[in-house]
């Protein structure tokens, strides 16, 4: 069963996608296809101005589902990895802007996955965001370093990836994992309010303007994704 649902808020003008598997929102297979769909239907929608992907209350996204990651089969690992790799190219060339509402913790690809969007809203107080994977025996994959130098502050990027270090809040904001920090509350409510300011945009001019500011970020991660794939 798929935990990504799909509604339209703020008079059908923004694509509210909600993560929830009243868990830690681990990204596997399904809810990576599930997602990228909600995000290509959206963009189909003539009628919608933005999305925001969401996560319940106290999580956005633990990462990858740990039942594939410890499984010691390769080509699963590899696979799923690389789908993530897609996925977040997928949201950073998207032709709607894509707003993020970290609802909570988002780790290792749940803080990837915040570097796509457009506009990251966050929660303020003690939440755990950061790409941890030196701290847990792994390497980040090569899409992954791409888009961290892409939008994470220079000053902060040796700490943030290769020191993994974690940040939460205000002080996420300063890294470049936040935009906007917020009382938990508040989050998706400002984070849709925010989805909702886009609707004056002319769509194909944004489209038009994405294409030549990121798609050779996101050509580059998609290729990255496709040559993990043909290692294994």
Known sequence: MTFISSERVADG?????????G???????????DLVAAIDEAEADPTV??????????RFSGGFDLNVMRSGDMAAIVDLVADGGDMVSHVYRSGLPVVAACTGHALAAGAL?????????????????????VAIGMVLPDWGLTICRERLSKRHLQRAV??????GGEDAIDVGFLDIAVPLEDVVSRAVEEAASFA?????????????????????????????????
């Open 13 to 21: 003008t923004v694509a509210l996608i909600t993560m929830d598997d």
């Open 23 to 33: 868990k830690a929102n681990a990204l596997s297979k399904q809810g990576i296809a």
């Open 49 to 58: 101005a933005a999305a925001v992907i969401a996560g319940r209350e106290g």
């Open 113 to 133: 996955l915040l570097l796509g969007c457009d506009l990251r809203v966050g929660a303020t107080g003690d939440y755990k965001i950061g790409v941890n994977e």
């Open 162 to 167: 290769a020191t993994a270090r974690i940040t």
């Open 200 to 232: 004056p945009l002319d769509r194909n001019a944004y489209a038009g303007t994405m294409k030549q500011f990121r798609f050779e970020v996101a050509d580059q991660m998609a290729a990255q994704a496709t040559a993990d794939r043909a290692a294994v």
